[in-house]
């Protein structure tokens, strides 16, 4: 029924949009279906006028510009309005090659995004044109997506107002095998039930978070070359130097810590991950990590105090995490 406010008649909607996501009353999401492809469509024909064949962008910036920016527009929140289509397209009606209904649709737009990468004839297959653009395949993006978004919330921490939203439709699924489906599913169950992801089996990672006016007490600095960093190193002024390092030698990742004091050698720390199988040499660079932070604990239990410390690696990433 309408609702009347000081004269004003304000008529019912099928639908609303909220925080981006246009929702309906039987919750198909059709309408953010057409509102999503229209974004796509939009931005696509956007990056039309800057490919050109004489002047214009080269095809691998197209690329970048369609995974950057068309996909994220068109595919917000993909995984709550997307999530019943997941399971389509497997049969032998559909091929096995992708979704029905509104999902084809979308793929149009990649279909117009990789021909503007390739630059080839209209006429090119579909599959053809993602294998020579260097794309997914629309129905592998949509899985991509929503795979990110549920291995993201079984990530959560037991304090997280949807793990327990999670483990329960978890458990629900494997008591019954996953044969099973609700009566009303939660876009949170159909993503359980098409990924079988058990909370229990996947590391937790905590939130990490700072107040607004948190100023960190470290200071980061990356030399240009590794004369310069010699030097540097020759000229520190710390109380302690700690330095770290992971690598692969003879098919094994290990990891080793040096706690120095001037020239001495105070203690050092090793750890052997595994094969290089089974391991990566980023593996061993955290590793290492921890093991400084170890090496500084035992060293402020058996000092009491330490003043200042420089701390040493040979990667930037590690600098700037």
């Known amino acids: 029924p309408s609702i009347t406010i000081r004269d004003h008649v304000i008529q019912p909607s099928s639908s609303h949009k909220f925080l981006g ?11 953010h279906a057409d509102y999503a492809l229209a974004k796509g469509t939009k931005y696509t024909l956007a990056c039309n ?12 910036w197209m690329r970048r510009l369609y995974q950057g920016v068309i996909v994220p527009k068109m595919l917000y929140t993909a995984d709550i309005w997307c999530a019943g289509i997941l399971a389509k397209g497997k049969g032998n009606k559909a091929g096995g090659r992708g979704a029905r209904g509104f999902a084809s649709k979308m793929a149009r737009v990649q279909r117009m995004a990789a021909l503007l990468i390739t630059g080839t004839m209209c006429s090119t297959p579909s599959d053809l044109l993602d294998v ?59 993503l359980t039930s098409e990924f079988k992801l058990n909370p229990s089996m996947i590391e937790t990672i905590q939130p990490v978070w700072h107040y607004t006016k948190w ?9 240009a070359s590794k004369t310069a960093a010699y030097y540097e190193d020759e ?22 810590a040096v706690l120095m004091d001037g020239e001495r050698k105070v203690k050092e720390r090793r750890y052997h991950l595994g094969g290089i199988g089974e391991h990566t040499v980023y593996e061993g660079e955290i590793v290492g990590m921890l093991l400084v932070v170890q090496l500084l604990k035992e060293e402020v239990r058996r000092r009491g105090n330490i003043s200042t410390m420089a701390l040493g690696v040979d990667t930037r990433w590690q600098c700037t995490q």
């Open 21 to 31: 996501v246009i929702i309906d009353q039987e919750l198909r999401f059709k309408e």
């Open 49 to 60: 006028r800057m490919i050109r064949p004489m002047k214009g962008l080269r095809g691998r």
């Open 132 to 190: 020579h653009a260097n794309i997914k395949p629309f129905q592998q993006t949509l899985h991509q997506i929503c795979h990110r978004a549920i291995l993201r919330l079984a990530t959560l921490h037991e304090n997280h107002p949807l793990h327990k939203s999670i483990k329960s439709a978890y458990n629900f699924y494997a008591k019954c095998e996953f044969k099973k489906e609700k009566h009303h599913p939660s876009p949170i169950h159909k």
């Open 215 to 223: 100023i960190p007490d470290v200071e980061v600095h990356i030399t």
């Open 235 to 256: 000229l520190a002024e710390e109380e302690l130097q700690v330095y770290s390092d992971g690598s692969a030698i003879e098919e094994g990742v290990g990891a080793a």
